[in-house]
């Protein structure tokens, strides 16, 4: 059948906001145990609850929660793993009050709180030998910053005692087979844990820790990730020590490395519990890594350190746990939503739960085709994925070029891939290209790109930002008088500079973006609130850089429509970095517009708060461009 030639933007589609929150949940979180498998479902048609699946040994899948309990950690605000199990029981952290619950996993009861109100936890691992839990514990206090500490937690009467403290962050308590000793990461302000982290051992009894020891980051210079042991209690760990987020072990008290390649077994460590490789026994590794944007699983021999990648239909995976001698993961792809599937030694691959609640016509699903440009006085080559429009029942105007949506991921230090995006794909479906870039300071191209940021945001994200624009205008394959600039967090950042400091854009949308960096400098939370020494400079040394880079200003540059999309429980990027940019741009007599949501943090949940955003965004667009009487 014949497509209708409409302008593009102006599509009709299916694909409606309303579908996409219904569309598939999220996954993640995957652990294993015994004969189960778990893992968090997010649901933001049950107001963005969290739930813990649990697949049985028959093949059989449960909800483990009732409701209202939903699985969410608050500590550094993004949360992250936060549920551990034993054979009869599963101990989670409630969104709600921040409390450990107890759940008898084979009656249907209610969850029980073991611990008090008033600490965060996160990361919690069970002590099967002393009958106790292991956790980072956050303690929030009245005009001083909150306390991060390791702690135990007596699984009888929920009694907590201090296992380690002093740093300023802790991640990774991880106990070896033989329960004889605990290791974990730790780092201390200004570093980020993909900066600088170290890697600490201590010997483990029912007295607690002894004999502590700096394994690996003695020299500050290196992220380590994921700490785990091996079935023989070896201990084994990812580090960016050369360049390269590769996996090591320590061996006669040394590390070594077991496999070295150009790829990355990490990403950053934004929540706790993220994985990538797990032991299927004490001779094979099965993993996952990126390059170049795409991401592979394969199985590593321990001995020869030889990787055996196996080949799939999946480009985005995350969230690894081995099970039953298989691995277990998140994975995705550009036209497939994320499922949990397996992957056998033999190269079998298996799709073991597929949430997704409906079916997508591949005619409808831009896909992604892989772009490098130059960028940077020193033509740093920067990578991005570009999205066509794409719709089954139409295409544009002959002659016409469509208009295009950068994308801005956030972190800054975050990352883009080619597994399926419905929010994305919602937008090239009504005749919008899209370009999402892996700006310098991105994961997965080697720590040198990652900290090609440093000293430089706000200036080479931008750039960034500008050249492939730039590339895309060359390559005809976009309007260069229609450019959108979109991005969430640090992204929105990266999108008020953007359009302040340049005049690559003709409109943005900010979602919980910066205008004002001494402010946030001033009011953000403990996690990132020393972030923008590295990116920007130290506060209030630099308070002259903080005032050049700041959009709030610069006004004078800032001459074309936003809108910026804000939740007003946000600790992370406050409400007053949206209403103060809302304000200068009303009296400028620019238009505007300020969307909030007064149930929403740092990101939106809840599908009614989703749907408002993407439909309020794509109307300013088209009132922008025009679009709104020729639809």
């Known amino acids: 059948m014949a497509k209708t030639a409409k302008p593009y933007g102006s599509w009709p ?20 145990h015994g004969e189960r498998l778990f893992w968090v479902e997010s649901r933001p048609w ?145 570093n980020m844990p993909w900066d600088s982290t170290q890697l600490w051992l201590a010997n483990f009894s029912d007295g607690g820790l002894s004999d502590k020891m700096l394994v690996a980051g003695a020299d500050n210079n290196e992220a380590i990730f994921q700490p785990q042991w091996s079935p023989d209690n070896q201990l084994y760990f990812v580090s960016d020590k050369n360049n ?50 795409i991401w592979h699983s394969g199985f590593i021999d321990i001995q020869s350190g030889q990787l055996n990648t196996i080949e799939s239909q999946y480009s985005s995976m995350q969230a690894v746990t081995c099970h039953q001698d298989k691995l277990y993961l998140v994975a995705g792809a550009a036209a497939l939503p994320s499922e949990l599937i397996s992957i056998s030694r033999q190269a079998k691959v298996t799709s073991i739960y597929s949430p997704a609640t409906i079916a997508l016509a591949p005619e409808n699903l831009s896909e992604p085709q892989s772009i490098l440009f130059a960028s940077g006085r020193d033509n ?124 690559t854009f003709q409109a943005g949308a900010s979602l919980y973006g910066i205008g004002d960096l001494e402010t946030l400098a001033k009011d953000t939370h403990k996690f990132e609130s020393r972030y923008m020494d590295s990116l920007i400079g130290p506060y209030p040394e630099r308070r002259d850089i903080y005032l050049q880079r700041s959009p709030i200003h610069h006004a004078e540059g800032l001459n074309c429509p936003v809108i910026f999309l804000q939740g007003l429980e946000d600790k992370v990027v406050p409400p007053n970095q949206a209403e103060m ?25 809840k599908a009614n708060n989703i749907i408002h955003a993407m439909e309020s965004e794509l109307a300013f667009y088209r009132d922008v461009f025009n679009l709104v009487d020729k639809i």
């Open 380 to 503: 740093q080559p920067v990578h991005a994925f570009y999205y066509p429009p794409t719709n089954a029942n139409y295409c544009g105007i002959e002659g016409e070029l469509p208009p295009v949506i950068a994308l801005c991921h956030g972190g800054p230090t975050g990352a883009t891939d080619s597994g399926l995006n419905l929010k994305l794909q919602y937008w090239c479906n009504r005749g919008f290209a899209v370009v999402d870039i892996n700006n310098r300071g991105s994961t997965g191209f080697g720590r040198a790109y990652r900290h090609s940021l440093a000293g430089a945001w706000g200036i080479a994200d931008v750039e960034d930002t500008q050249h492939a624009i730039r590339y895309l205008t060359e390559q005809q394959m976009i309007d260069p008088q229609r450019c959108l600039i979109r991005g969430g967090s640090a992204g929105g950042y990266t999108v008020l500079s953007a359009l302040t400091f340049t005049d």
């Open 46 to 190: 049950e107001a963005g609850r969290n739930v813990i699946m649990c697949r049985e040994g028959d093949g059989s899948t449960r909800d483990l929660l009732p409701a209202p309990f939903s699985h969410q950690s608050r500590v550094h605000e993004y949360g992250g793993m936060a549920y551990a199990m034993d054979d009869s029981h599963l101990y989670f952290v409630n969104a709600a009050d921040q409390r450990i619950y107890q759940l008898a996993l084979a009656q249907d009861k209610q969850p029980v709180a073991i611990t008090a109100a008033g600490s965060r936890f996160a990361d919690l691992v069970i002590d099967q030998a002393r009958q106790q839990l292991i956790a980072v514990c956050e303690t929030h206090h009245d005009n001083r910053e909150p306390e991060n500490t390791l702690v135990s937690i007596v699984l009888a009467d929920g009694s907590l005692s201090t296992l380690v403290s002093g740093a300023d962050f802790y991640a990774f308590p991880r106990i070896s087979p033989d329960s004889k000793q605990l290791c974990w990461i730790e780092w201390q302000h200004p």
């Open 244 to 293: 390269w987020w590769n996996i090591y072990r320590i061996e006669n008290g040394s590390r070594q490395p077991v496999l070295e390649i150009e790829a990355e077994f990490a990403t950053p460590l934004w929540q706790f519990g993220m994985t990538s490789y797990d032991f299927i026994d004490a001779d094979t590794i099965a993993c996952v890594y990126t390059k170049n944007g």
């Open 13 to 32: 589609s299916t694909l409606s906001a309303e579908l996409i929150t219904r569309a598939a949940p999220g996954l993640n979180f995957l652990q294993s």
């Open 581 to 605: 940019m809302v304000k200068l741009l009303e009296e400028k007599g620019i238009k505007v517009a300020h969307v909030t949501f007064p149930d929403e943090g740092h990101g939106f949940r």
